[in-house]
């Protein structure tokens, strides 16, 4: 555990400098009740479907102590993706290089010019990012569980530094955002009272679930993944082009049409996704969904 004492100016100073959008400091400390219970609550409803790794280690995702021991800030940060140009048939997320290796290469920058002493997480940990990410005053948290940054909006990537050191002050949460009322369920299925029902997403059954598609799942614009709660979400109309050369389509991405998809080669895979978290569907994956897309003529 580290005896020095970081500023809140010098961390955001330096996230600026590496492209994060926006950053938030927070205390380290077990989750809410009301937070905790309604994560069990999703659990018991089971609206994280075939995704186990979400109901294993809970103590942990509860407790960022149990995480990491000594831990004693939670810095969290947003990298704006939204792509200039995009590939119709992919979701906005999946245009570009895989963010994993990109966040995690920025958040080990960042560590290093602070002298810090702690770990890098990004999306691969039992870490409430979303959480952490409202607490620190990074954005708002909308009805579909994204964290919408102001001036950016829901199209973020997340990632944390659990520090061992003190910083001199903490970010307050920002107000939620306002209510959107009714309709949010026309637009997206998925969307219930109690959050997003994996099982009755786009994204789960074309990017996590394993073996055949279900009958009653349709694809419809984009057979890997969905971002249709994500455009129901006022706040979208925020989203602007990032400066990220590394989340933008590859020209080879975008000249990619129906027939070209439909005759996808496992060569053509590993050379269009070799950097790309569309790996994550495999190639057997990806031509599943494709025989299920139905694009708009």
Not at 25 to 32: I, R, T
Not at 40 to 69: K, Q, W
Request: with cysteine; proline share 8%; hydrophobic share 40%.
């Amino acid at each position: 555990m580290s005896s020095r004492c970081l500023t809140k100016q010098e961390i955001k100073a330096q996230a600026a400098s590496l492209g994060f959008v926006a950053c938030g400091v927070a205390p380290a400390a077990p989750v809410p009740a009301p937070v905790a219970g309604h994560y069990l609550c999703r659990i018991a409803l089971g609206h994280f479907a075939g995704m186990d790794y979400m109901t294993r280690n809970v103590e942990m995702r509860l407790d960022p102590s149990l995480l990491h021991p000594g831990v004693r800030t939670i810095v969290s940060l947003a990298l704006n993706y939204m792509p200039a140009h995009r590939q119709p048939a992919l979701c906005l997320y999946a245009q570009g290089e895989d963010y994993h290796q990109v966040m995690r290469g920025r958040l080990a920058a960042l560590m290093e010019r602070l002298g810090g002493h702690g770990r890098c997480f990004v999306d691969t940990a039992p870490v409430m990012e979303r959480y952490w990410a409202w607490r620190g005053g990074v954005g708002t948290l909308c009805r579909n569980g994204l964290v919408s940054v102001p001036g950016y909006g829901p199209t973020v990537f997340l990632g944390e530094l659990f520090l061992e050191e003190e910083t001199d002050g903490h970010d307050t949460p920002l107000q939620p955002a306002p209510s959107p009322g009714k309709g949010w369920q026309d637009l997206c299925p998925a969307l219930t009272p109690q959050g997003l029902d994996a099982r009755l997403c786009l994204n789960y059954w074309t990017i996590e679930h394993r073996g055949e598609l279900p009958a009653h799942i349709r694809l419809g614009d984009t057979f890997y993944g969905c971002d249709r709660c994500m455009r129901a979400c006022p706040e979208f109309r925020e989203s602007r082009p990032t400066a990220e050369r590394a989340f933008q389509p590859s020209a080879l991405l975008l000249r990619m049409g129906e027939e070209d998809w439909r005759a996808l080669t496992p060569g053509q895979y590993r050379a269009l996704f070799r950097h790309s978290a569309v790996r994550r569907a495999k190639y057997e994956g990806l031509m599943r969904d494709i025989a299920r897309w139905a694009p708009c003529r």
